[in-house]
């Protein structure tokens, strides 16, 4: 017997999953075209505003955050609770109180994931060396900026940068923050976005000003002269070489190696380690070298142990009689993170365009970037300069004719 044809389509029925068939093509391509319009704005939204950095070397809750801090008078005033800097972040940043307050802990000082923090801290913030050692809730901490946030901020006030209204449109906000140096190099900052991400490794403050100042004189200029290679706040001993940091300065893309930092005391029989890579934790070491005990892979060792405390990080391996230290760390650098690679993606936001630079593209776009800074600081002083020489000029009219002036007004109607 003949299949009995559905009505829509004048097609036999079957267990095909395309049984609608032309109103399949039909109802299919405007859900690929709802997907496709409804993620596109949240791809740009986390890429633009989200999660990677712009020249100034912040992302914006980073910016939201600094930005509250100065004007709470933070700068040159005293501490404050945390609490109260994150409940005064969130007229800027509405994204909750614990992503405003894990930014602040990232920035300090205590933490210690930045060469050059923003946040004077005080009170437990944390370990970045550590995944245990987490920070004290904001109601027991206390904070300020500290004193290198005078180039964040310096002339805001005076027109060198634009600002934009908050979510709310209830104040305004820089939508850059004018730094008198290339920050993007020296902050260490990482960001995963949709489709793309961003690391940048820290280099050391005064290496940046000084690569900053000749490559103003000179453009061209050998940047490993002034900047000889990145420098991490967990120490450690960097192995690149240098066609390697040539190729990274270059493309912006690549990667270095950062091996731990150890010394043999021979009197207790013991190595005692006190950096380690800034891309690993303490806790992933000894987990990683448990295992190898558990599997026996390194009986040289009897046992290990963290002794961190106030005065720094420091891992003790206690050796048993008659193993050689230097063997043990050799086999030790290959198996777990007291090795590990750091990989470099320097994607920053340029005009709102995310692009992939190498440092001295990227201290060209600063460099312009500063420059128009100060020309509308410039122009904003000879606005403010014009103004008061036109008021300069009339008193100086009425002055040599103060009768005539008098006179004028008590005939205005």
């Known amino acids: 017997m003949p299949k009995k044809k559905t009505p829509e389509t004048g097609k036999p029925k079957s267990g095909n999953p ?3 068939g032309l109103h399949a093509a039909v ?8 997907l496709e319009t409804n993620y596109m704005p949240y791809a740009m939204s986390v890429i633009v505003s989200r999660a990677i950095p712009e020249i100034d070397g912040f992302k914006p809750s980073h910016r939201k955050l600094l930005y509250t801090m100065y004007k709470m008078g933070l700068l040159t005033g005293s501490r404050t609770k945390s609490a109260n800097i994150v409940g005064q972040t969130m007229r800027l940043n509405p994204h909750g109180d614990a992503a405003i307050y894990d930014t602040m802990v990232r920035l300090s000082r205590g933490y210690g994931a930045l060469l050059t923090p923003f946040v004077d801290s005080k009170g437990n913030f944390g370990k ?3 995944r245990d050692m987490s920070c004290a809730a904001p109601r027991y901490t206390e904070a300020k900026l500290t004193p290198i946030c005078q180039e964040l901020f310096r002339d805001i006030d005076s027109d060198t940068v634009d600002f934009v209204d908050n979510y709310d449109n209830t104040m305004k906000e ?3 923050l004018p730094t008198t140096f290339p920050n993007i190099l020296v ?3 990482m960001g995963i976005a949709v489709g793309m991400a961003s690391q940048f490794c820290g280099f050391n403050l005064k290496e940046v000003c000084d690569t900053a100042a000749a490559y103003l004189k000179n ?3 050998d940047l490993l002269e002034t900047l000889p290679a990145p420098d991490f706040p967990t120490g450690g001993e960097l192995i690149c070489d240098r066609d390697a940091l040539r190729d990274i300065y270059a493309t912006g893309r690549g990667g270095v190696k950062l091996r731990a930092k150890w010394r043999y005391v021979k009197e207790e029989n013991l190595i005692e380690i006190t950096e380690i890579p800034y891309s690993t934790s303490t806790e992933a070491i000894l987990d990683k070298v448990a295992e190898l005990i558990k599997a026996g892979k390194a009986k040289e060792i009897a046992d290990m142990r963290d002794e961190t405390d106030l005065s720094g990080l420091k891992l003790t391996i206690d050796l048993k009689r008659g193993a050689d230290p230097d063997k043990l760390m050799a086999r030790l650098f290959k198996q777990t993170p007291l090795e590990d690679a750091f990989s470099c993606n320097f994607n920053v936001l340029i005009g709102g365009m995310p692009q992939v630079l190498g440092v001295r593209r990227i201290l060209e776009e600063w460099t312009a970037w500063r420059t128009e800074s100060v020309r509308r600081r410039v ?3 000879l606005g403010k300069r014009r103004e008061k020489l036109h008021l300069l000029k009339g008193l100086k009219r009425i002055l040599l004719d103060i009768d005539k002036a008098i006179r004028i007004i008590r005939e205005t109607e």
């Open 219 to 221: 453009p061209d200029c």
């Open 174 to 176: 820089p939508a850059l």
């Open 379 to 381: 122009f904003f002083v």
């Open 18 to 20: 395309n049984v609608l």
């Open 128 to 130: 970045h060396y550590s």
């Open 27 to 34: 109802v299919e391509q405007p859900i690929t075209d709802t």
């Open 187 to 189: 902050s260490a900052n």
